[in-house]
C-alpha cells in the first residue's frame, strides 16, 4: 500500500510521504547494518574458494615431486638423428652406447611376370593360389576368367589374409608384358618373409629386394643384433631407439634433471602464489587502515605457519646428502616466499640427484617422508570437498549467511508490515487535515460574509 500512494500530503499540504520515508529509512538501519555484515561473509566464502584453488595448485605440485617417477625418469639423446632416434623409460641404466647400423629391416616383395593389361586373364584352368606369411598360410581361388586386378582385389579382401597387401603396377615400358602383381608383406624381418604357391596360373613371381636378409643388423657397443622390426626395445633396458638410416649414432642416457627442475619451479611459484593470496586477504593494511576479507580468522594464520613449517624446516634421518630446500638452492624471503638459485639447483641435481630426490619424496624403508610428501598430505586435509578445514570453515560461514538471510527477511518483512499501518495512519491523518482545512475555509468565508453584510449596513 505504502508504494501505491503517491499523493500523500495533498490534502493536508504537508510532505507525509518524505516523512513516512526518512521515519522508514531510519528504522531500517539495523536491516542495513545485517545486509553489511552479509555481504562480508559473502566476501569471505569467495575468497576461501580462492585460497582454495591456490592451496590445490600447490598440492598437485606437491604431488608430482612426492612420486618416485618423477626423479627417476631418464633422457635418451641420439648425435645423428638421421641414423636413429632414441627414448628412454625411467628403467633405463644411465651410460653411453655406441651403435653401428649395417642393415635395415624390410619387408618382403614379389612381383608377377608380366602381361598386357590390368584386365588381362592370368589363368587358363580354375587353379588355386596360395601364399604363405610367417606360418600363416591363405588359399584364393582362380577362376578361367579372372583378370590381373580382380586377384589383387581376391587377395587384398582375403579374411585369411595373414598380412599382405596386393597392387597392380604398370612398369612403363609400354610392351604387351607392362602390367605386374606386386605382392608385399605388411611387417617388415624374416619372420614376415612371403612364400607363393601360383598353382597353374600363367604368373610366376620373382623376390625385388636384393639378396641378404629382411632384418635389421646393428652392433651396440661391438655385441652384434638383428631384429625383425627397425624399432628396437629389447637390447637395452628402459631404451628404445628407431633406426632411420645406416651409419653409426652415439646415444646418451641421462637422468632427466630438467624435467625435474621444471617440476620443482611450479612448486615454488605455486608456493609463492599460495602465500601471496594468504598474506593479502588476511593482513591489516596501516596505510589505508582496511583489514583483508580473512583477517582474524585463526585457521587462515594456521595454514600458512603450517606450510611455512613444512618448507622451511629440516627432514631428519635421511641418508642422503641434505636435510632441508635450503641446501638445494632453494631460498627463503623474508615476505615468506621463495626463490631459487638456478645454478645451484641445476649442480646439485647434476652431482647428487638421489639425495634431491630423498628431499622431496623422503625415505620408504625408515618411513621418513620428505618436503612434498608432507606438503601433499597436509594440502589433501586442508582442500577435502567433505570435511577438510577449509571446507569446514566455508559450512561454517555459509550458516552464518543463511542465518543472516532470515534475520534479514524477518525484519524487512515486519518494516514493511509496520509503514503499511503507519501510511493508512497517514492517510486518514491527511484526510482529516484536509477535512478540518475545508471547514476553516468555510467558516472564515462565513465570517467574512456576515463581516461584509454589516459593513454595507452601516
Same mark, same amino acid.
Given at each position: 500500500m505504502a508504494?501505491?500512494?503517491t499523493t500523500?500530503g495533498?490534502?493536508?499540504?504537508?510532505?507525509?510521504q518524505?516523512i513516512?520515508?526518512q521515519?522508514?529509512?531510519?528504522?531500517?538501519?539495523?536491516?542495513?547494518?545485517?545486509?553489511?555484515?552479509q555481504l562480508?561473509y559473502?566476501?569471505?566464502l569467495e575468497?576461501?574458494n580462492?585460497v582454495n584453488?591456490?592451496?590445490?595448485?600447490l598440492?598437485n605440485?606437491?604431488?608430482?615431486?612426492s612420486l618416485?617417477?618423477?626423479?627417476?625418469?631418464k633422457s635418451? #639423446?641420439?648425435?645423428n638423428d638421421? &641414423?636413429?632416434?632414441?627414448?628412454?623409460?625411467?628403467n633405463a +641404466?644411465?651410460?653411453t652406447?655406441?651403435?653401428?647400423v #649395417?642393415t635395415?629391416?624390410?619387408?618382403?616383395?614379389?612381383?608377377? /611376370?608380366?602381361?598386357a593389361?590390368?584386365?588381362?586373364?592370368?589363368?587358363?584352368?580354375a587353379?588355386?593360389f596360395?601364399?604363405?606369411?610367417n606360418?600363416?598360410?591363405?588359399?584364393v581361388a582362380?577362376?578361367?576368367?579372372?583378370?590381373l586386378? =580382380?586377384?589383387?582385389?581376391?587377395?587384398?579382401?582375403?579374411?585369411g589374409?595373414?598380412?599382405?597387401?596386393a597392387?597392380?603396377?604398370d612398369?612403363? /615400358?609400354g610392351?604387351?608384358?607392362?602390367?605386374?602383381?606386386?605382392?608385399?608383406?605388411n611387417?617388415? *624381418? =624374416?619372420?614376415n618373409?612371403?612364400?607363393?604357391d601360383?598353382?597353374?596360373t600363367?604368373?610366376?613371381?620373382?623376390?625385388?629386394?636384393?639378396s641378404?636378409?629382411l632384418?635389421?643388423q646393428?652392433?651396440v657397443?661391438? +655385441?652384434?643384433y638383428?631384429?625383425? #622390426?627397425?624399432?628396437i626395445e629389447?637390447?637395452?633396458?628402459?631404451?628404445?631407439f628407431?633406426?632411420v638410416?645406416?651409419?653409426?649414432a652415439?646415444v646418451k642416457v641421462?637422468?632427466?634433471t630438467?624435467s625435474v627442475s621444471e617440476?620443482?619451479?611450479?612448486?615454488?611459484?605455486a608456493?609463492?602464489?599460495?602465500?601471496?593470496?594468504?598474506?593479502?586477504?588476511s593482513?591489516?593494511n596501516?596505510?589505508?587502515?582496511v #583489514?583483508?576479507?580473512? @583477517? *582474524?580468522?585463526s585457521? +587462515?594464520?594456521?595454514i600458512?605457519?603450517?606450510l611455512n613449517?613444512?618448507m622451511?624446516?629440516?627432514?631428519?634421518g635421511?641418508?642422503?646428502?641434505?636435510n /632441508?630446500?635450503g641446501?638445494?638452492?632453494?631460498?627463503?624471503?623474508?615476505?615468506?616466499t621463495i626463490?631459487?638459485?638456478?645454478a645451484q639447483?641445476?649442480?646439485t641435481l647434476d652431482?647428487?640427484?638421489?639425495s634431491?630426490?630423498e628431499?622431496?619424496?623422503?625415505?620408504t624403508?625408515?618411513?621418513i617422508?620428505?618436503v612434498?610428501?608432507?606438503l601433499?598430505?597436509?594440502?589433501r586435509?586442508?582442500?577435502k570437498?567433505?570435511?577438510?578445514?577449509?571446507a569446514?570453515?566455508k &559450512?561454517? &560461514?555459509?550458516?552464518? &549467511?543463511?542465518?543472516?538471510?532470515?534475520?534479514?527477511?524477518?525484519?524487512?518483512?515486519?518494516?514493511?508490515?509496520?509503514?503499511?499501518?503507519?501510511?493508512?495512519l497517514?492517510?486518514q491523518l491527511?484526510?482529516m487535515?484536509?477535512?478540518?482545512?475545508?471547514?476553516?475555509s468555510?467558516?472564515?468565508?462565513?465570517f467574512?460574509?456576515l463581516?461584509?453584510?454589516? /459593513? @454595507?449596513n452601516?
Open positions: 508504494g501505491s500512494i500523500l495533498l490534502g493536508s499540504g504537508l510532505d507525509l518524505n513516512l520515508e521515519l522508514k529509512a531510519a528504522d531500517r538501519i539495523p536491516i542495513g547494518i545485517m545486509e553489511a555484515r562480508e559473502k566476501t569471505q575468497e576461501f580462492t584453488t591456490k592451496l590445490l595448485a598440492k605440485a606437491a604431488f608430482s615431486l618416485n617417477d618423477t626423479f627417476d625418469t635418451a #639423446s641420439s648425435n638421421s &641414423v636413429l632416434n632414441a627414448t628412454s623409460s625411467s +641404466i644411465a651410460g652406447y655406441e651403435i653401428n #649395417s635395415l629391416a624390410k619387408k618382403n616383395s614379389w612381383q608377377s /611376370s608380366g602381361v593389361g590390368k584386365s588381362s586373364v592370368i589363368a587358363t584352368a587353379s588355386d596360395t601364399y604363405t606369411v606360418g600363416q598360410q591363405s588359399t582362380v577362376t578361367t576368367d579372372m583378370t586386378e =580382380e586377384l589383387a582385389s581376391a587377395i587384398n579382401d582375403d579374411p589374409n595373414p598380412g599382405v597387401t597392387t597392380v603396377m612398369d612403363g /615400358s610392351g604387351g608384358d607392362a602390367f605386374h602383381l606386386v605382392l608385399v608383406s611387417e617388415t *624381418g =624374416e619372420d618373409a612371403l612364400t607363393i601360383t598353382n597353374n600363367d604368373l610366376t613371381f620373382n623376390e625385388i629386394q636384393a641378404g636378409t632384418n635389421a646393428f652392433t657397443n661391438g +655385441i652384434s638383428q631384429r625383425s #622390426s627397425n624399432t629389447d637390447v637395452i633396458t628402459g631404451l628404445t628407431d633406426l638410416d645406416l651409419g653409426s652415439t641421462t637422468a632427466d630438467e617440476k620443482i619451479a611450479a612448486l615454488v611459484e608456493y609463492n602464489d599460495a602465500i601471496a593470496e594468504i598474506e593479502a586477504n593482513g591489516y596501516t596505510e589505508t587502515r #583489514s583483508g576479507t580473512l @583477517n *582474524g580468522l585457521v +587462515i594464520t594456521g600458512k605457519s603450517k613449517t613444512t622451511f624446516g629440516q627432514i631428519n635421511l641418508a642422503g646428502s641434505f /632441508s630446500l641446501e638445494i638452492g632453494l631460498e627463503f624471503n623474508r615476505d615468506g626463490s631459487i638459485n638456478e639447483l641445476a649442480s652431482e647428487n640427484p638421489d634431491v630426490k628431499i622431496f619424496v623422503g625415505n624403508d625408515e618411513t617422508d620428505g612434498a610428501t608432507l601433499n598430505d597436509q594440502l586435509f586442508l582442500t570437498t567433505s570435511g577438510g578445514l577449509i569446514n570453515e &559450512v561454517r &560461514v555459509q550458516s552464518t &549467511v543463511d542465518r543472516l538471510d532470515k534475520r534479514i527477511d524477518i525484519a524487512t518483512e515486519r518494516l514493511d508490515k509496520r509503514y503499511d499501518t503507519m501510511t493508512r497517514f492517510v491527511d484526510q487535515m484536509s477535512s478540518l482545512q475545508s471547514e476553516s468555510y467558516l472564515s468565508n462565513q467574512e460574509s463581516s461584509n453584510l454589516f /459593513s @454595507n452601516n
